[in-house]
């Protein structure tokens, strides 16, 4: 009876979601609904999250946190992409031709995606970059970091290639991916040659001396 009453949620759950996500759509402009493709886009294999993490790796203010955030995408891959979502493999949204799903997918702009649903891979790489973030900045604003996977998580059901429950199944995996990358980090400092990249200069103040 538990499972049932737990499905039965679920259900209610995706459908009510996918149900606001489109009156959202029907009641936004064209102009909102790009930009939340372009959002959405900017998620795919999680290059951009990758590259910002790079980025970061080239400061040495900013250094730690590109170094858990980069261990944090990994973990969040190899959880979500490589493990739930083959295990689970779930259909996603649209792919019911006989469901409210399908039609608001297509008045979306159907968009097409590969692959299981469950859980959002998306979700996992935005929640997974944003997490270390958070832990290793000032408290005062990196909490401006989670609302990243918030709204990659909200494009996903608005293009209706996930389910509600797959985004926040994707946050919590990329959740665990965060706290995990933050120990992991920690032990990893203990190796030498690691603790002493992580303290050297910025490739900025390197160019300076140069041109000095």
Known sequence: MSWTLALTFISDLDYGGAKLANEIFNFSSNFVTQLLKIITYMGNGGLVFIVIAVLLLLFKKTRLAGFMAL???L???ILTNIILKNIV???RPFIDETS???VWWQQAGSIHVDGHSFPSGHAT???AFSLPLFIVFNKKYSWLYLLIPLLMSFTRVYFMVHFTSDVIAGMLVGALAGIGAYF???ALQKITFISKGLE???VMSVFVKKAK
């Open 100 to 102: 409210d799903f399908y």
């Open 71 to 73: 261990i944090s995408l």
């Open 200 to 202: 050297l200069p910025s």
């Open 184 to 186: 992991a980090a920690r």
């Open 125 to 127: 790489a935005a929640m």
């Open 89 to 91: 493999a779930r259909p």
């Open 75 to 77: 973990i969040g891959f």
